[in-house]
């Protein structure tokens, strides 16, 4: 538990919370619809995409940016965080998108509200369809995090923000036309709750939690595997703190696994 009492803990978590609010807030808010006719994908694809790599490119050296209880959860499979962050990180995140979608829905005119931009399901796409969408649409996003993420890399060309940022805009153009595009619980939840509708609302959990899981074991089991030993892998996920060389405590506050160069 020596995570609690560290400040970096704090900080991370705190920035889980205003960033999920940032990009519920901008995503919803691009989605909704203020003139008759139909919505524009591309338009709503950039704005969900570029509020992401904005807002890695502002905390991802604070909390790594996740924004999304699927990659929390891909972090955790992949041990690279402790079971108490990846809690305290899915709830800050919940929070904080019910938190950006609030404020949406109070400055927006009832008029222009309608359901929020709620996920909802293509006429005639089954749930199992909708759920394999989106367990593809994450798997894509949960590579290419890890992939740019990683720090075992020399050498990374480009920037990561704008990656992870095409990444989900990618995951728009496509996933829109099936299921509105989850990638996100905290995303869907948020609209789910103010306007009280859950009707195949377990898709938008269950798909991208599997996704993000697949996306863990296939890059870090399989495309680039993570040489730890099965001792090494607990110690992350109980929050064991890590030790200099003389063996007392580091004063970081911080698993080295999650100095994530999200620059």
């Known amino acids: 538990m020596w995570e609690l009492r560290s400040a970096s803990f704090w900080r991370a978590i705190f920035a889980e919370f205003f960033a999920t609010l940032f990009y ?34 502002a905390v991802g050296h ?32 919940l929070l904080g998108a019910v938190a950006g979608a609030a404020v949406l829905y109070s400055v927006t005119p009832p008029a222009v509200r309608g359901n929020l931009a709620l996920n909802t399901l293509h006429p005639g796409v089954s749930v199992g369809q909708a759920t394999t969408v989106e367990i593809f649409l994450t798997l894509q996003f949960v590579l290419c995090i890890f992939a740019t993420y990683d720090e075992r890399r020399n050498g990374r060309l480009g920037s990561v923000a704008l990656a992870v940022g095409f990444s989900l805009t990618l995951g728009h153009l496509f996933g829109m036309y099936y299921t509105g595009a989850g990638m996100n619980p ?27 899981g697949l996306g863990s074991l ?9 040489l730890k030993s099965v001792s090494e892998r607990l110690s992350i996920l109980k ?18 696994e999650l100095k994530t160069q999200a620059l």
Not at 218 to 226: G, H, I, M, Q
Not at 247 to 255: L, R
Request: with cysteine; net charge positive; hydrophobic share 50%.
């Open 24 to 57: 519920v807030f901008f995503g919803l808010g691009a989605s909704l619809r203020w003139t008759p006719g139909p919505l524009h994908v591309l338009q709503v694809a950039l704005a969900f995409g570029l509020a992401l790599a904005t807002l890695v490119q």
């Open 62 to 93: 604070i909390s790594g940016a996740h924004v999304n209880p699927a990659v929390t959860f891909a972090f955790l499979v992949g041990s690279q965080m402790s079971l108490l962050r990846a809690f305290c990180y899915m709830a800050a995140q």
């Open 186 to 212: 905290a995303r869907s939840f948020a609209p789910a709750i103010l306007t009280r509708n859950f009707t195949n609302h377990w898709v938008y959990w269950v798909g991208p939690i599997i996704g993000g």
């Open 218 to 226: 296939l890059y870090d089991f399989l495309l680039f595997p993570r």
């Open 239 to 256: 929050g064991v703190r890590p030790s200099d060389s003389n063996g007392q405590p580091e004063g970081t506050g911080e698993p080295v």
